[in-house]
């Protein structure tokens, strides 16, 4: 079993919670209320900027040249596509200023942003991993895409061959520095990593007031 399987069966319970998450089945059938998604993305949104700054960080910290060009595409689309939906959505939903994060919120942003001060490239991949791959696991569901945009955009962003090779990208990178680090390194990752799958779920949770 890969490093990177084994930090996905060790949070199986949590993560599966997160993926089939009642906000994810709504958004799926375009039922999620415009307060909850309106909640969601504010929250969402404010992980852009953070979420940028630790790309870069991976991008520094990257040790083959290959895995930092393919970091760099992402942080492109992120800057690009990502941000111009978040502003067209927020604007359709009427939400004109930044919100106050929220716990979850708080808490994530303080995870990236130690992952980031921290240097470490196994732990700023295990974050980066956690952030990537749960979403492409709920959003790549054979199914009907919604049919309002606001949802099926945001399906759409984390899901696709382009996505699923990213996320297959910070799974390898995960699993070759693992291995390349000791026993205290591979527990620091599996920490950071378990506890951005706690706050991907209470994320969701916190959609619904």
Partial sequence: M?????????????WEAATGHRFVEQLWAGTVDDAVMGRYLAQDALFLDRFVALLGE????????????A???????????????FARALGR???????????????????????RRSGVYGNVLAVLLVAEW????????????????????WIDLH??????AWVGLLRAETDRVAAATDDA???????????????????????YP
């Fill in 71 to 85: 970091i760099a595409r992402q942080l492109g689309m992120v800057a690009g596509e990502e941000n111009d939906y």
């Fill in 185 to 207: 390194g591979r527990e620091s990752m599996a920490g950071v990593f378990t506890r951005a799958v706690e706050l991907e779920l209470a994320f969701f949770d916190a959609a």
């Fill in 58 to 69: 991976a991008v520094a910290a990257a040790d083959r040249t290959d895995a930092r060009m």
């Fill in 159 to 164: 899901r696709g061959s382009a996505f699923a």
């Fill in 134 to 153: 749960l979403y492409l696991d709920w959003a790549a569901r054979p199914e009907p895409s919604p049919r309002d945009w606001l949802h099926r955009e």
């Fill in 2 to 14: 890969s490093f990177s399987d084994e930090l996905r069966t060790r949070t199986a319970t949590t």
């Fill in 93 to 115: 939903l009427g939400i004109v200023e930044p919100a106050t994060p929220l716990p979850p919120t708080r808490g994530f942003l303080e995870l990236m942003d130690d992952a």
